[in-house]
């Protein structure tokens, strides 16, 4: 099946700072997500880019899906985006998710 | 509603005993599935609903996993004679056919 590698698996950064999130793929996809889960546990989700490069606020997601890698861009950190970032991809009838890249912004 | 709902949102049971987990997929989406996130780790597959076609099995873990999908909405997981190893997050996603995944908050069980 399909493999989706995150990195880095961790990441401390100072509120403020800026920061890129990377998660490489095996095969081509259907479509690719990106979400955060937050503390309490919930999936929010914060892009679905199977391709090309979109933009929300201080995030932004880029996808080569010819090169099979895609990049989260986090600006100006807040304590508030602390938790677990999870790429997944659809290359059938469900989403296969990274490992994840575990977030810890300290103010 | 808005989004996905499940229920219970918390679920402690004993070993061997069976538990019903419920959720109620964004209204219209046509697609239904279930994941679990066990302590610490990412999320794995589980089954998959798509309208009334039949439904993917193929990451349920053993014959005590089972789940339906009634009337093309709502969906019940039931897991019979629970182990401690199937202490996890279970969540639910709910999508229109091929698009993008909506999670619910999840059902947190606890098997003692």
């Known amino acids: 099946g399909i493999q989706v590698e995150q990195s880095p698996p961790d990441l401390i950064l100072q509120e403020g700072a800026n920061s890129t999130l990377r998660c490489n793929f095996s095969d081509s996809v259907n479509n690719l997500q990106w979400f955060h889960q937050n503390p309490w546990g919930q999936l929010i989700n914060l892009f679905y880019?199977?391709?090309g490069t979109k933009q929300n606020g201080r995030l932004s997601a880029t996808t080569v899906a010819t090169e099979r890698y895609s990049l989260l861009y986090i600006s100006s950190s807040q304590t508030t985006d602390s938790g677990v970032y999870f790429c997944?991809?659809?290359?059938?009838?469900?989403?296969?998710f990274g490992g994840g890249t575990r977030l810890m912004v300290k103010p | 509603g808005a989004g996905v709902s499940q229920s219970p949102s918390n679920k402690v049971t004993e070993k061997g005993k069976d538990v019903e987990l419920r959720c109620d997929p964004i209204s219209g989406h046509t697609a239904l599935y279930w994941y679990r996130q066990s302590l610490g780790q990412g999320l794995e597959f589980l089954i998959y609903?798509?309208?009334?076609?039949?439904?993917?099995k193929s990451g349920l873990p053993s014959d005590r996993f089972s789940a339906e999908r009634t009337g093309g909405s709502v969906s019940t997981l039931t897991i019979q004679r629970t182990q401690q190893e199937d202490s996890a997050v279970y969540l639910c996603?709910?999508?229109?056919?091929?698009?993008?995944?909506?999670f619910g908050p999840g059902t947190r069980l606890t098997v003692l």
């Open positions: 609903f798509q309208g009334n076609s039949a439904p993917d």
């Open positions: 996603a709910s999508t229109r056919a091929g698009g993008e995944q909506f």
């Open positions: 997944a991809l659809n290359a059938g009838n469900m989403l296969t």
């Open positions: 880019i199977p391709s």
